[in-house]
Structures are given as structure tokens and as C-alpha cells.
């Protein structure tokens, strides 16, 4: 239940198994970025962050990893719940900007 | 903490009736505010950015004359859809931040739960 490298609109997940949620961004400047997790009728929770002068940052069960050369962004979980079902995405902040911007998101589904 | 409410949570209402929908951060002074519209399986989409006592600033293609904001206090933004039509029928979401945008306290944005509006 891992994808690595491309932005894949959905991903289903074994519970259990560790996930990996991919994220391409275009701008350059961006120097802040944030997943968000948003549950079906909800408004976006936020899950983690990283700034560009990281490449990596861990929470619980939660792993950023930022790699500007190629401008992708992944956020991984371990050991998938079902409660963590739900469409993930990436937004940036340009560093010249104050806007978020959102990527498409990953609708994550979690096999019992 | 940073909690934001969203008012109503859901909204039915005839073409051609306007729309009022409420923002407010219940435990914070949001000094910033943001409106995001997101149609179904879509990303968001900001809509428009507003500072407590100033006037609004959209996104090139959002018609200011039919989505008013007032962001009247530092916990209260409201959004109103004037003459809505069925294409405006979507998921409304606001956020709000303690500091100015573009500041770095101003990054952090706190969502609310959302309305979704339907537009018959």
C-alpha cells in the first residue's frame, strides 16, 4: 500500500501497513509547507509542517520529507488506522506570499 | 485552543436569495482572515483574504460585488453570497490566523468546520 514518487489521486492501505502520500509543488520560492488531513464534510485539520530549511520532521506516527532539488514533498504514516482514512493534502507558502496554495489530494482508504 | 466555528453548517436556499455565512475564532483574535470555496473532490480554492477593520482582498476571478466580506471584529468574518445561482453551490470554508499575512505568525491558519451551500 506504498506509493513513491508520483502524486496518485487515491491510495489504498492494508491497516497496518505504512502509508505514503506524495506531493509535487512548482514554486520554487516556497519556503513553508503544511499537510492537512480533511475528513469527509470537514474543513481541513492540519497534521505537520516543515520549512525549506529542513528536509525532514517526524511527529507521532507522521514523517515529512522534503526534497527541494526535485520540489516533492511526502508525508508518511506508520502503521495506518482506519480513523486515518480521509483526503490528504499538501499547501506552500511562497516566501514572497502569504497565500496558501493546496495541491489536488490523496484520498487515503484503509483496508480492514 | 484555536478554535474556529463556521455558521451555518449547512444552507439551503432558492436561486436568486442571498446568502449569509459566519466565521468566528471562539478562543483567539483572528487578525487575519480567509475565505476558500471547494467544489466536490477538488482542492481549495482561496476566495479572498481580510483584515479586521479593512476591506477585503480577492483572487482574481471572484466577483467582490457577489461574494461580500465583512470582517467586522477580530473573531468575526461573514461571507455573503448576494443573488445566488446554482453554479455557486459548493463547500464553503473559512480560516483564520492571529497575524497578518505575511507575517510568520500569519502562516499558521486555523480551518473551520465548513458550509455547504445548495443552491436550488
Known amino acids: 500500500g506504498e506509493s513513491v514518487g508520483l502524486h496518485l489521486p487515491t491510495l489504498s492501505v492494508q491497516e497496518g501497513d505504512n502509508s505514503i502520500i506524495n506531493c509535487a509543488y512548482s514554486n520554487s520560492a516556497s519556503d513553508y509547507f503544511i499537510w492537512y488531513k480533511q475528513e469527509s464534510g470537514k474543513g481541513p485539520q492540519f497534521i505537520i509542517d516543515i520549512r525549506s530549511n529542513m528536509d525532514k520532521r517526524q511527529g507521532q506516527r507522521v514523517t515529512v520529507l522534503l526534497n527541494k532539488t526535485v520540489k516533492h514533498l511526502s508525508l508518511q504514516i506508520a502503521a495506518t488506522q482506519p480513523g486515518d482514512s480521509a483526503v490528504y493534502f499538501c499547501?506552500?507558502?511562497?516566501?514572497?506570499?502569504?497565500?496558501?496554495?493546496f495541491g489536488a489530494g490523496t484520498t487515503v482508504t484503509v483496508r480492514a | 485552543g484555536a478554535v474556529v466555528s463556521q455558521h451555518p453548517s449547512w444552507v439551503i436556499c432558492k436561486s436568486g436569495t442571498s446568502v449569509k455565512i459566519e466565521c468566528r475564532s471562539l478562543d483567539f483574535q483572528a487578525t487575519t482572515m480567509f475565505w476558500y470555496r471547494q467544489f466536490p473532490k477538488q482542492s481549495l480554492m482561496l476566495m479572498a483574504t481580510?483584515?479586521?477593520?479593512?476591506?477585503?482582498?480577492?483572487e482574481q476571478g471572484v466577483e467582490k460585488d457577489k461574494f461580500l466580506i465583512n470582517h467586522a471584529s477580530l473573531t468575526l468574518s461573514t461571507l455573503t453570497v448576494t443573488s445566488a445561482h446554482p453554479e455557486d453551490s459548493s463547500f464553503y470554508i473559512c480560516?483564520?490566523?492571529?497575524?497578518?499575512?505575511?507575517?510568520?505568525?500569519?502562516?499558521?491558519?486555523?480551518f473551520g468546520p465548513g458550509t455547504r451551500l445548495l443552491v436550488l
Open positions: 499547501a506552500e507558502i511562497g516566501s514572497n506570499d502569504y497565500k496558501l496554495s
Open positions: 481580510s483584515n479586521e477593520g479593512s476591506k477585503a482582498t480577492y
Open positions: 480560516s483564520a490566523s492571529m497575524g497578518l499575512a505575511g507575517s510568520q505568525q500569519g502562516e499558521t491558519q486555523y
